[in-house]
């Protein structure tokens, strides 16, 4: 139901923004809020699980079934371990399975939005691996350079080796490409060695230099460093290795592989949340909907305390290990000590 909700939105959104472009179709319109549908859902997905959860714990208790498990002796904690053992694998099938889908599915709708912000169903966005650089050049043309992998000599110098860049034209065609060995940055000028030009109908040319006037500096490239949403879970291991070689930071890749980690166990703190609110042995007292506003409520302030908490790890604040596992830790203490006044009184 989230899903069809959330992909409804999604189209209504696209159509006001292609209310004037006559050249795109409602089938581009349906592919690109598809595409763009795992992200969101990503965001929404713990919520999901908790409105879930209190749906069905609350279902148990107003049908005195709660009542009879409670009866036959089975303590509470009897009663939701095999339902957060069930949802700690739905959180590890979401990350190990759906978010490479969600990280490619990403991909094509960065494609299909760039096509639609250039109008050439032609166009080509480059795939974020490695190192990407995209720049306006001389004439309306564009520059974009892939590097397999970069080292920072020092603060202003930047060392990169196996350089492909593709010189694009504003239809975002190819003109030619140039490709070397290892290109130097610095004082924002590239310097290309070893390089060989390629040039439709042309022979290909050597050449043992190439320059190219830029306003890259390194904070620059910093910057445009691969979105960590943007790559997989498998991926994220060697692209942290990667941007530790290269004398990068990797904190936000690295916070992001340890919340994709920590999200099966969010997942269960969702649960817990909703078991305190909506798992009661008697519904007959009323105050249901005010459990229920309690519950959503809660929710809430779990996920906007661990994205503030988040923000300041990702701004060296505080621990990243902390800034990721704070808010679950805290969450679940709470919810287990409510969960333990409620069973011994």
């Not at 714990?57 to 709660?66: A, D, G, I, P, V």
């Not at 509470?76 to 990280?103: D, E, M």
Request: glycine share 6%.
């Amino acid at each position: 139901m989230v899903i069809g909700i959330v992909y409804m939105f999604e189209i209504i959104d696209l159509l006001r923004r292609v209310a004037d472009r006559p050249d795109v179709g409602f089938g581009f319109v349906l592919e690109m809020a598809f595409t763009k549908l795992p992200n969101t859902l990503e965001i929404v997905f713990p919520f999901v699980m908790m409105i879930a959860a209190m749906i069905t714990f609350w279902r148990l208790s107003k049908n005195s079934e709660f009542v009879i498990i409670r009866a036959a002796g089975v303590s509470v904690w009897g009663f939701l371990a095999p339902v957060l053992f069930v949802v700690f694998l739905v959180g590890v099938v979401n990350v190990t399975l759906l978010n490479p889908v969600s990280s490619y599915l990403n991909e094509v709708y960065e494609t299909l939005n760039y096509r639609f912000k250039t109008k050439n169903p032609k166009a080509v966005l480059f795939s974020d691996k490695g190192l990407w650089i995209r720049e306006a050049g001389e004439n309306g043309n564009v520059l974009v350079m892939q590097a397999k992998s970069v080292h920072q000599q020092d603060d202003d110098t930047l060392f990169l080796y196996n350089v492909d860049i593709l010189e694009l034209d504003k239809a975002s065609q190819i003109i030619r490409q140039v490709k070397s060995f290892m290109a130097v940055l610095k004082n924002k000028q590239f310097e290309l060695r070893d390089v060989i030009v390629f040039e439709p109908g042309k022979k290909r040319l050597n050449l043992n230099k190439v320059s190219y006037k830029t306003s890259i500096d390194v904070e620059r490239i910093k910057e445009n460093f691969v979105d960590p949403t943007a790559i997989s879970f498998w991926q994220l291991p060697d692209t942290i290795n990667f941007y530790k070689k290269s004398g990068f930071s990797p904190l936000k890749h690295q916070m992001r592989f340890m919340s994709l980690l920590a999200s099966p166990f969010l997942l269960c703190v969702m649960v817990l949340v909703a078991a305190v609110f909506a798992l009661r042995p008697n519904m007959r007292k009323g105050g249901v909907m005010v459990l229920i506003i309690g519950g959503v409520a809660s929710g809430f302030v779990v996920y906007f305390a661990s994205q503030v908490i988040y923000a300041f790890g990702l701004n060296g604040y505080i621990p990243s290990i902390m800034a990721v596992w704070t808010p679950i830790l805290i969450t679940a203490l709470v919810s287990v000590s409510a969960l333990l006044k409620q069973e011994d009184g």
